[in-house]
T-cell receptor, first 115, second 114 residues
Framework: AQTVTQSQPEMSVQEAETVTLSCTYDTSESDYYLFWYKQPPSRQMILVIR??????QNATENRFSVNFQKAAKSFSLKISDSQLGDAAMYFCAYRTINQGGKLIFGQGTELSVKP | DTAVSQTPKYLVTQMGNDKSIKCEQN?????MYWYKQDSKKFLKIMFS???????INETVPNRFSPKSPDKAHLNLHINSLELGDSAVYFC?????????????FGSGTRLTVV
């Protein structure tokens, strides 16, 4: 069974600085998808960025980028030029291609941004 | 126009009651899901339907019964509510079961059992 681990329950960053959130996963599959979701206090789940496992190039979305290391089964999220609105719970997620395409989440990392 | 809408957003009820949460998506997606987020914010899948067919049924008490009248709707009925059922329940949809696009989530239903 696949598992996703986020080892940092809480992180803090100064406004305008850069922060990296860690995520590791375990799987025997060779093809899958990885995602980062953001959950602000409004509790809405917002897709931040996504990565296909067969692509070696790291995904980038504006200030958000990932460092995908397939052999190490690592998928970290880097937030550049942090803004107050980035404060939220961040979830790393693994999506199987089989098993009904279910999304398996990590425990989450609570990010606070200091002004 | 909300893509995935859940009703109600908040639900407070007594132990032993039966309640339903409704979910509708207007994205034309084929697959819908129910997730439970516990008090520690951990998200776990409960059910999934693909074109009205149940394809995922995790280890959930049989007091929980999903129903999909058509591919745009997925409702969750809970019988004999218990204190431990208190959580946030999220509905989500996706274009298929093996696609890259991820899920679109509803805004969640906070269920409180007293």
């Amino acid at each position: 069974a696949q598992t996703v681990t986020q080892s940092q329950p809480e992180m803090s960053v100064q406004e305008a600085e850069t922060v990296t959130l860690s995520c590791t996963y375990d799987t025997s599959e060779s093809d899958y998808y990885l995602f980062w979701y953001k959950q602000p206090p409004s509790r809405q789940m917002i897709l931040v960025i996504r990565q296909e496992a067969y692509k070696q190039q790291n995904a980038t979305e504006n200030r958000f980028s990932v460092n995908f290391q397939k052999a190490a089964k690592s998928f970290s999220l880097k937030i550049s030029d942090s803004q107050l609105g980035d404060a939220a719970m961040y979830f790393c997620a693994y999506r199987t291609i089989n098993q009904g395409g279910k999304l398996i989440f990590g425990q989450g990392t609570e990010l606070s941004v200091k002004p | 126009d909300t893509a995935v809408s859940q009703t109600p957003k908040y639900l407070v009820t007594q132990m032993g009651n039966d309640k339903s949460i409704k979910c509708e998506q207007n994205l034309g997606h084929d697959t819908m899901y129910w997730y439970k987020q516990d008090s520690k914010k951990f998200l776990k899948i409960m059910f999934s339907y693909n074109n009205k067919e149940l394809i995922i049924n995790e280890t959930v008490p049989n007091r929980f019964s999903p129903k999909s009248p058509d591919k745009a709707h997925l409702n969750l009925h809970i019988n004999s509510l218990e204190l431990g059922d208190s959580a946030v329940y999220f509905c989500a949809s996706s274009q298929g079961t093996g696609v890259f696009h991820g899920y679109t989530f509803g805004s969640g239903t906070r269920l409180t059992v007293v």
